[in-house]
C-alpha cells in the first residue's frame, strides 16, 4: 500500500482533529510520528511534524476534500458561550496542568479517544462533539 504525506502538524491536537474529519468523511489515513513530536516538541522540526497519511491513490481525492473542510470548519464551527470558531481537541479528563494530561492520555490505551472533548481555544467551553452552527441534514 503506498501512503503519502497529505498534511504535516507540529502538535497532536490539530493533527487529531484533522484525522477525525478525514476519517468521519470515510477516509482511511493514519498519523505518522504523533508520539515522537508530543513526547519531544522540539523533535518536531528535526523530524518533520506529525504527519497525515493517506493512500496514495485517494491523494487527489483527500486534497479536494481537506481543502473544503479547512473553508467550512471555521466558518461551521460556533461556540455557544463566545461565539469563537476555534476549537481544539483535548482529553477529557483535564487537569491543572496539561503536560499530566497528555501523558494520562497517552498511557492509556488509544480506546480513549472517545473521552477526548472538544475546547473553545477562546473561552474553554467544552463539548463532546464539535459544536456547530446547524446540523447536516437527518435524512
Ligand atoms: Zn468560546
Not at 39 to 60: T, W, Y
Not at 77 to 105: D, M
Request: glycine residues 4%.
Amino acid at each position: 500500500m503506498d501512503l503519502i504525506t497529505i498534511q504535516t502538524f507540529d502538535n497532536y491536537f490539530n493533527a487529531n482533529i484533522q484525522l477525525t474529519r478525514l476519517r468521519s468523511a470515510g477516509i482511511e489515513c493514519y498519523l505518522k510520528d504523533e508520539y515522537t513530536v508530543t513526547l519531544d516538541p522540539l523533535l518536531s522540526n528535526a523530524i518533520g511534524g506529525i504527519k497525515l497519511m493517506v493512500r496514495k491513490s485517494e491523494e487527489r481525492n483527500v486534497k479536494k476534500l481537506l481543502r473544503e473542510m479547512n473553508e467550512e470548519a471555521d466558518s461551521k464551527l460556533l461556540c455557544p458561550q463566545c461565539g469563537s470558531h476555534k476549537f481544539i481537541l483535548v482529553p477529557k479528563r483535564s487537569t491543572e496542568n496539561l503536560l499530566t494530561a497528555i501523558t494520562t492520555w497517552l498511557f492509556s490505551s488509544y480506546a480513549v479517544s472517545a473521552e477526548n472533548i472538544y475546547q473553545c481555544s477562546h473561552c474553554g467551553y467544552e463539548s463532546e462533539t464539535l459544536p456547530e452552527v446547524e446540523s447536516e441534514s437527518y435524512n
